[in-house]
């Protein structure tokens, strides 16, 4: 009867093992994944500011300088 109570808490104590080990690989794999969809995203914006700058940025100091440039320069001047 001993014998065999010792063997089910071992094999009780192993299949709790192997289950711990399956959910941290499980939660490796899930974070590993959110990091990599967060560089991404982050990748991503960046890339959008850059494109914007560089086109934009000759349309916005054109803008800049024919409206409220002009206006500091008549204040100024006048």
């Known amino acids: 009867m001993r014998k065999s109570r010792g063997t ?3 094999e009780e104590s192993l299949l ?4 711990l080990m399956a959910l941290m690989i499980i939660l490796s794999m ?8 967060k560089q991404a995203y982050e990748n991503s914006q960046n890339s ?9 940025r000759d349309d916005l100091d054109t803008l800049w300088n024919s ?12």
């Open 67 to 78: 409206t409220i440039g002009q206006l500091y320069g008549n204040n100024q001047g006048g």
């Open 16 to 19: 709790l093992a192997v289950s």
């Open 8 to 10: 089910q808490m071992v």
């Open 30 to 37: 899930i974070s590993g994944f959110l990091t990599t969809v």
């Open 48 to 56: 959008l500011d850059k494109f914007l700058v560089e086109v934009f």
